[in-house]
């Protein structure tokens, strides 16, 4: 298994309160993801990074910022979380030089109240 | 319409039995597809690419048919441990940037 993990795996916060979550990965890849998973909806790209201090926006962006500063670490900040960001959030890796498949981390379930 | 488009199932399969199920996209320049699969509660793995000669692993095979815009992934033999969701995946590609979609899963239950 690629050597991606979450944390934290499970929180549950209140309306208006910051999050951050984070994706932690042992395998030197360049770009990585976070999606958030929901019933009725596919995987959908919130932010990626193709490099450090280098991230774009996803299709789902708006509440939700990112930072890169160290090849291994992704970080998810959600400012002001709201019950819509109840969610599963997935964290992913891929080598671009490699094959298109991504890796993903165990996910973390996040409840906003 | 969706750009990827999945039937949700569930499909509820006699073991031993043949599943099939399709998966179509709306852009007829996406150049690359994969079917994942998902355990409950759990991340999504790679089960197999899709080459447009098509291609098997297994039990496991994969179609791509372009002319109508869809893929196709069939079990043969299902075993209790092919219980799970399977997404299709396709990729495009717009100026060099890469956009993966996902579709919203198909899932499979193998019954004893």
């Known amino acids: 298994d690629a050597g991606i993990t979450q944390s934290p795996r499970h929180k549950v916060t209140e309306t208006g309160t910051p999050v951050t979550l984070r994706c932690h990965q042992t395998e030197n890849h360049r770009y990585m993801y976070w999606y958030r998973q929901d019933p009725g909806h596919g995987l959908r790209l919130i932010h990626y990074s193709y490099g450090v201090k280098d991230t774009d926006k996803g299709e789902v962006s708006d509440g939700y910022s990112v930072s890169r500063s160290k090849t291994e670490d992704f970080l998810l900040t959600l400012e002001s979380a709201t019950s819509s960001q109840t969610s599963v959030y997935f964290c992913a890796i891929s080598d671009p030089t490699g094959s298109n498949e991504q890796f993903f981390g165990p996910g973390t379930r996040l409840t906003v109240l | 319409r969706k750009e990827v488009e999945q039937d949700p199932g569930p499909f509820n399969v006699p073991e031993g039995a043949t599943v099939a199920f399709n998966c179509t996209y709306s852009n007829s320049a996406s150049q690359s597809f994969f079917w994942y699969r998902q355990d409950c509660r759990k991340e999504p793995k790679l089960l197999m690419s899709v080459y447009s000669s098509g291609n098997e692993d297994g039990r496991f095979t994969a179609q791509l048919n372009r002319a109508s815009q869809y893929i196709s992934l069939l079990i043969r033999d299902s075993k209790l441990s092919d219980s799970a969701t399977y997404l299709c995946?396709?990729?495009?590609?717009?100026?060099?940037?890469?956009?993966?979609?996902f579709g919203t899963g198909t899932r499979l239950t193998i019954i004893p």
């Open positions: 995946v396709v990729i495009t590609s717009n100026f060099g940037n890469e956009k993966l979609t």
